[in-house]
């Protein structure tokens, strides 16, 4: 069974610009979870959904973060404009269901110069 | 503030000895406790979890501890492993599922052979 899937690995931008984070979850898994990692710290829950609907968001920071997963498989994360601050890794993890298990994909190390 | 707290960043410990990895909750609502491992350049994987109205779960050479009136729990590792090396991450969540967690900082653990 293939694990949850993310790209890119790695991206460099220079602040001010966008960046967007792809992830493709296991198949058949209907909860799609998006966290960020700070350095040093633990994941931290931005965004899930339930198929294509986003039922928590009330960590992420909506005035420059903004998702989707419009046929409840693939989602997208984006950034814009990022800042410095934004540099962490941006982790994917996905579940059967609410409550489920959840499966991590590998994550994308976000550096903003 | 923190509401899982791992005190110790590192823990260095000889092969086929015991690994004792700690984690302190300040939430009283948190009633589902799990351990995740990673390894660099992946994602977190699921190792053990422990529901309140349990004090202990066995799972082969891994045994979770919880100690609801210390608000404290312990992942035991025996006998360690050089493959066991890596951050091990406690998390914690409310309403008996594991939708919404809370990570800890995560020690890291080497095993040294």
């Known amino acids: 069974e293939a694990g949850v899937v993310q790209s890119p690995r790695y991206k460099i931008i220079e602040k001010k610009q966008p960046v967007a984070f792809w992830c493709n979850p296991i198949?058949?898994?209907?909860?799609l979870y998006w966290y960020l990692q700070n350095l040093g710290q633990g994941p931290e829950l931005l965004i899930r959904?339930?198929?294509?609907?986003?039922?928590?968001d009330s960590q992420l920071p909506k005035d420059r973060f903004s998702a989707e997963r419009l046929k409840g498989v693939d989602s997208t994360l984006k950034i814009q404009p990022a800042e410095l601050g934004d540099s962490a890794v941006y982790l994917c993890?996905?579940?059967?269901?609410?409550?489920?298990?959840?499966?991590f994909g590998p994550g994308t190390r976000l550096t903003v110069t | 503030d923190q509401q899982v707290k791992q005190n110790s960043p590192s823990l260095s410990v000889q092969e086929g000895r015991i690994s004792i990895l700690n984690c302190d909750y300040t939430?009283?609502?948190?009633?589902?406790f799990l351990w995740y491992k990673k390894y660099p350049a992946e994602g977190p994987t699921f190792l053990i979890s422990?529901?309140?109205?349990?004090d202990k779960n066995e799972d082969g050479r891994f045994t979770v501890f919880l100690n609801k009136s210390a608000k404290h729990l312990s992942l035991h590792i025996v006998p360690s492993q050089p493959g066991d090396s890596a951050v091990y991450f406690c998390?914690?969540?409310?309403?008996?599922?594991?939708?919404?967690?809370?990570f800890g900082k995560g020690t890291l653990l080497t095993v040294n052979p």
């Open positions: 993890a996905s579940s059967p269901r609410t409550g489920g298990q959840q499966y």
């Open positions: 198949s058949g898994h209907n909860t």
């Open positions: 959904y339930e198929n294509e609907e986003a039922v928590d």
């Open positions: 939430n009283s609502m948190f009633d589902y």
């Open positions: 422990i529901s309140s109205i349990k």
């Open positions: 998390a914690a969540s409310a309403g008996g599922s594991n939708y919404k967690l809370t």
